[in-house]
């Protein structure tokens, strides 16, 4: 039981530490194309503005909330292999 206790604590350090890096990684590619898609149009205001609301209504999308799937996948995963080898 202890060892489970000491893989669980592992599994989730290393799947926190994936998911944040892939939510960096995921706004700063969605921060460049709000930027690239500014200097296409050739708008005018405040750029700074643009992209903020832009990133705002990236917090909610359905893209954000995939990005959980980094916890989910796993942990099936492995709840499936565990049933399938003790009781199946």
């Given at each position: 039981?202890?060892?489970?206790?000491?893989?669980?604590?592992?599994?989730?350090?290393?799947?926190?530490?994936?998911?944040?890096?892939?939510?960096?990684?995921?706004?700063?590619?969605?921060?460049?194309?709000?930027?690239?898609?500014?200097?296409?149009?050739?708008?005018?205001g405040?750029?700074?503005?643009?992209?903020?609301?832009?990133?705002?209504?990236?917090?909610?999308?359905?893209?954000?909330?995939?990005?959980?799937?980094?916890?989910v996948?796993?942990?099936?995963?492995?709840?499936?292999?565990?049933?399938?080898?003790?009781?199946?």
């Open positions: 039981m202890l060892g489970f206790l000491k893989l669980s604590a592992i599994g989730f350090v290393v799947l926190t530490v994936v998911y944040v890096c892939l939510s960096l990684y995921s706004r700063s590619v969605r921060r460049d194309k709000l930027e690239a898609q500014w200097d296409e149009e050739g708008m005018q405040d750029r700074d503005a643009f992209v903020e609301a832009g990133l705002k209504d990236y917090d909610g999308s359905l893209r954000r909330k995939l990005i959980l799937g980094v916890y996948v796993p942990i099936t995963l492995i709840a499936a292999i565990i049933y399938f080898t003790n009781f199946h």
